[in-house]
């Protein structure tokens, strides 16, 4: 399954990392995901990361601001957020691509 971490409050403007940990899985790693909502809204893609981690794919909304990248020996993705923006305010989810496997989400809330 899938552990977020990392979330949290900051000033707009300000940075936070979250972490997405894959526990329990014997497979080969697989491309990973970050999506987020907000209340009332659908949830919406905001990075992905190749299986080996050659490939990388943002939003528009984040592109130049977020980066995501992946350690395998860890198990671990992480996404990279500087220059926040209230608007990023959601709660933050973790996703194995193309599957409905999904982490428990974190809560990301910029003041402005």
């Known amino acids: 399954h899938l552990v977020e971490s990392g979330g949290g409050l900051v000033q707009d403007g300000g940075s936070l990392t979250l972490s997405c940990e894959a526990s329990g899985y014997t497979s080969n790693p697989f491309s990973m995901a970050w999506f987020r909502q907000t209340l009332g809204k659908e949830r919406e893609f905001v990075a992905a990361?190749?299986?080996?981690?050659?490939?990388?794919y943002y939003a528009d909304s984040v592109k130049g601001r977020f980066t995501l990248s992946r350690d395998d020996a860890r198990n671990t993705a992480s996404l990279l957020m500087n220059s926040l923006k209230p608007e990023d305010t959601a709660v933050y989810f973790c996703?194995?691509?193309?599957?409905?496997?999904w982490g428990q989400g974190t809560q990301v809330t910029v003041s402005s």
């Open positions: 990361i190749s299986a080996r981690g050659s490939l990388t």
């Open positions: 996703n194995q691509w193309g599957t409905e496997v």
